[in-house]
């Protein structure tokens, strides 16, 4: 028999780990329980990734060319649509095919879904590797498919294996399922597990390269926001800390470009967190990078100091906000120093050596337009290297899924139940604010303006009017949702700084785009604002005639104030990726604090 386990990833470089958690701790436990020779049917476990730009059909196709006797679909916010698709087509195509769902999206509306979805035969709530080694274990006493069992009805011994199979199926911790008789079964969610017992996922490589890596060395969390499913587990668990510097030994052996580990709040244990930095320090490979999600404002001193001298490009953090309204904050059940926060935010900036990933909510309770306002201008002031703004996702079985009403939470009906409205925030202003994440996502989070937004802030003096006007801007000229070029990003934003900015500030503008256009690298094609460079070739060769065998590894540009910009391509910043850039001359503009 074959048992497929299918994930449809938000994206190629995705994969799975749930799925492949739950293959490996099943062939483990099972190997253990029916040795060879045991006389027992074998259930193989397959692997089917795809991804949510896959046409269905497509999906369908391989489905079904793998003939599996079981399937089970992977359950997010973010592929439960095209699950769902495939799952009301799959018995026109394989009709003696039993149907299992899993993941969150299906784990706290388990017997409602089954009455929707009636090709469901199962769900498996809540943590899946002991509930689908057990599911393996009850399929063994079957020997076939439940649909394909029903078709050999008069046979006695197989109506025997199917009293035993139904007898394990009634025991079997945190399944839901249609029972014999057509009525609906919920088991209670079983005890969490001990994480040390999950087999490592990673023991061969291939068919991840090119991959992000996802690890986990915790789950649960120890803090209740009201709007995560974290929250809801509060049995913190951690993984033997020797098992796990063995497995990142691993990676950091095969020189794997991204580790991205899933813990909740990594550092929530100083000891587990602390253990695992020094020990991707001190056995660095030079390449790989590992991704953390961490709650900044519990970091001491010492892991302040740990951080402050890893190679550039080792670790990046991904750190929560949300929001810094104190009302808001404590609705939310959210546990947050923000003070503490900004100084630590601050301190690890001025390292220069981490890339850091700050997180905005909108949407939330008792955040309104203007409140939004001040807690985007508090974030962006730490100056991450990516600002996330974010949209209120209303999960089921959340705390703030049951405070909707109160809340006055107007959300999508399909998934990812992103909000549309509240109490405090209306649906125009839901829009204002997708026009503003849109352009930060362009202008910012890119990180190809950086010079160019930092200039503009002497201006506009308040970042979000800046994002908010640009968005107006877009908006007006109907450049919104069309596909633009890079150097028309930049054609873009000068003409939009250009109608509102006068003389001087202009000229400054001008040179701070031209460094961020060649920072990033040797462009081919110039805007059209850009200065022209033929009055000047002869001065900038008489200024680098070492450098004139280097061709596009360097280039030298005057700026409208004067000075002459030399970007070196071979020299990069380890953090930012971007090109050494030099002030070639007048030596006076060359020392003073002005544009470039």
Same mark, same amino acid.
């Given at each position: 028999?074959?048992?497929?386990?299918?994930?449809?990833?938000?994206?190629?470089?995705?994969?799975?780990?749930?799925?492949?958690?739950?293959?490996?701790?099943?062939?483990?436990?099972?190997?253990?329980?029916?040795?060879?020779?045991?006389?027992?049917? $074998?259930?193989?476990?397959?692997?089917?990734?795809?991804?949510?730009?896959?046409?269905?059909?497509?999906?369908?196709?391989?489905?079904?060319?793998?003939?599996?006797?079981?399937?089970?679909?992977?359950?997010?916010?973010?592929?439960?649509?095209?699950?769902?698709? &495939?799952?009301?087509?799959?018995?026109?195509?394989?009709?003696?095919?039993?149907?299992?769902?899993?993941?969150?999206?299906?784990?706290?509306?388990?017997?409602?879904?089954?009455?929707?979805?009636?090709?469901?035969?199962?769900?498996?709530?809540?943590?899946?590797? +002991?509930?689908?080694?057990?599911?393996?274990?009850?399929?063994?006493?079957?020997?076939?498919?439940?649909?394909?069992?029903?078709?050999?009805?008069?046979?006695?011994?197989?109506?025997?294996?199917?009293?035993?199979?139904?007898?394990?199926?009634?025991?079997?911790?945190?399944?839901?399922?249609?029972?014999?008789?057509?009525?609906?079964?919920?088991?209670?969610?079983?005890?969490?597990?001990?994480?040390?017992?999950?087999?490592? &996922?990673?023991?061969?490589? +291939?068919?991840?390269?090119?991959?992000?890596?996802?690890?986990?060395?915790?789950?649960?969390?120890?803090? $209740?926001?009201?709007?995560?499913?974290?929250?809801?587990?509060? $049995?913190?668990?951690?993984?033997?800390?020797?098992?796990?510097?063995?497995?990142?030994?691993?990676?950091?052996?095969?020189?794997?470009?991204?580790?991205?580990?899933?813990?909740?709040?990594?550092?929530?244990?100083?000891?587990?967190?602390?253990?695992?930095?020094?020990?991707?320090?001190?056995?660095?490979?030079?390449?790989?990078?590992?991704?953390?999600?961490?709650?900044?404002?519990? &970091?001491?001193?010492?892991? &302040? +100091?740990?951080?402050?001298?890893?190679?550039?490009?080792?670790?990046?953090?991904?750190?929560?906000?949300? $929001?810094?309204?104190?009302?808001?904050?404590?609705?939310?059940?959210?546990?947050?120093?923000?003070?503490?926060?900004?100084?630590?935010?601050?301190?690890?900036?001025?390292?220069?050596?981490?890339?850091?990933?700050?997180?905005?909510?909108?949407?939330?309770?008792?955040?309104?337009?203007?409140?939004?306002?001040?807690?985007?201008?508090?974030?962006?002031?730490?100056?991450?290297?990516?600002?996330?703004?974010?949209?209120?996702?209303?999960?089921?079985?959340?705390?703030?899924?049951?405070?909707?009403?109160?809340?006055?939470?107007?959300?999508?009906?399909?998934?990812?139940?992103?909000?549309?409205?509240?109490?405090?925030?209306?649906?125009?202003?839901?829009?204002?604010?997708?026009?503003?994440?849109?352009?930060?996502?362009?202008?910012?989070?890119?990180?190809?303006?950086?010079?160019?937004?930092?200039?503009?802030?002497?201006?506009?003096?308040?970042?979000?009017?800046?994002?908010?006007?640009?968005?107006?801007?877009?908006?007006?000229?109907?450049?919104?949702?069309?596909?633009?070029?890079?150097?028309?990003?930049?054609?873009?934003?000068?003409?939009?700084?250009?109608?509102?900015?006068?003389?001087?500030?202009?000229?400054?503008?001008?040179?701070?785009?031209?460094?961020?256009?060649?920072?990033?690298?040797?462009?081919?094609?110039?805007?059209?604002?850009?200065?022209?460079?033929?009055?000047?070739?002869?001065?900038?060769?008489?200024?680098?005639?070492?450098?004139?065998?280097?061709?596009?590894?360097?280039?030298?540009?005057?700026?409208?104030?004067?000075?002459?910009?030399?970007?070196?391509?071979?020299?990069?910043?380890?953090?930012?990726?971007?090109?050494?850039?030099?002030?070639?001359?007048?030596?006076?503009?060359?020392?003073?604090?002005?544009?470039?």
């Amino acid at each position: 028999m074959k048992f497929l386990l299918a994930a449809v990833n938000a994206k190629y470089i995705h994969s799975n780990p749930g799925i492949y958690s739950l293959k490996a701790y099943a062939e483990r436990t099972r190997g253990d329980l029916f040795p060879e020779g045991a006389g027992l049917p $074998s259930v193989h476990v397959e692997i089917g990734e795809y991804t949510i730009n896959n046409q269905m059909e497509q999906i369908l196709e391989d489905i079904y060319r793998r003939k599996p006797d079981m399937v089970g679909f992977s359950c997010y916010i973010w592929n439960i649509v095209p699950c769902l698709e &495939l799952v009301r087509d799959l018995h026109k195509v394989l009709p003696d095919t039993d149907i299992w769902l899993g993941g969150p999206e299906v784990s706290f509306d388990a017997p409602e879904l089954l009455l929707r979805e009636p090709e469901v035969l199962g769900i498996m709530k809540g943590e899946g590797e +002991e509930t689908f080694a057990a599911l393996l274990n009850c399929y063994e006493k079957l020997g076939m498919s439940v649909r394909k069992s029903v078709g050999m009805s008069g046979c006695r011994d197989q109506e025997k294996k199917e009293e035993e199979f139904w007898e394990s199926l009634s025991s079997l911790p945190a399944a839901a399922y249609r029972g014999k008789d057509g009525t609906i079964q919920d088991h209670p969610v079983r005890p969490v597990m001990d994480m040390s017992r999950i087999p490592f &996922l990673y023991s061969r490589l +291939e068919g991840f390269e090119n991959r992000i890596i996802y690890y986990e060395s915790s789950r649960g969390c120890p803090f $209740s926001c009201s709007y995560c499913l974290s929250s809801v587990d509060k $049995s913190v668990r951690f993984r033997d800390l020797e098992l796990v510097k063995r497995e990142l030994d691993y990676f950091l052996e095969n020189r794997v470009p991204q580790v991205k580990f899933v813990d909740r709040t990594f550092n929530c244990r100083k000891s587990h967190a602390l253990e695992i930095w020094r020990h991707i320090k001190e056995h660095d490979n030079g390449v790989t990078n590992f991704h953390f999600e961490i709650a900044a404002d519990l &970091l001491d001193e010492e892991e &302040l +100091e740990l951080i402050g001298i890893m190679r550039p490009g080792l670790i990046q953090l991904e750190i929560g906000v949300q $929001s810094t309204n104190p009302r808001t904050i404590r609705e939310i059940h959210r546990v947050m120093d923000l003070e503490r926060l900004k100084k630590v935010v601050v301190r690890i900036n001025a390292g220069h050596n981490v890339h850091q990933h700050l997180d905005l909510i909108a949407g939330l309770p008792w955040e309104d337009y203007s409140s939004f306002h001040r807690s985007f201008n508090e974030v962006y002031a730490m100056e991450p290297e990516q600002l996330q703004l974010g949209f209120l996702k209303v999960l089921k079985g959340s705390f703030m899924y049951e405070q909707a009403e109160n809340y006055g939470l107007v959300y999508r009906d399909k998934p990812p139940y992103e909000v549309l409205s509240t109490k405090w925030l209306s649906y125009d202003d839901v829009l204002k604010l997708k026009g503003i994440e849109n352009m930060v996502e362009v202008y910012y989070n890119s990180g190809q303006f950086t010079r160019t937004l930092k200039y503009l802030e002497d201006w506009w003096k308040d970042a979000f009017v800046l994002y908010e006007q640009l968005a107006d801007y877009y908006e007006q000229r109907g450049l919104t949702g069309l596909n633009h070029s890079r150097l028309a990003r930049y054609e873009i934003l000068h003409d939009f700084v250009e109608e509102r900015t006068e003389g001087e500030f202009l000229m400054g503008a001008e040179d701070a785009l031209m460094c961020d256009l060649y920072l990033r690298e040797n462009a081919k094609s110039r805007p059209s604002f850009a200065l022209d460079q033929s009055p000047y070739k002869e001065k900038i060769r008489s200024l680098t005639p070492e450098l004139r065998g280097l061709g596009t590894r360097v280039h030298a540009e005057v700026l409208r104030s004067g000075k002459i910009m030399l970007f070196d391509y071979r020299k990069r910043d380890p953090l930012t990726h971007n090109a050494e850039m030099i002030c070639l001359e007048p030596e006076k503009a060359c020392l003073e604090e002005t544009t470039c």
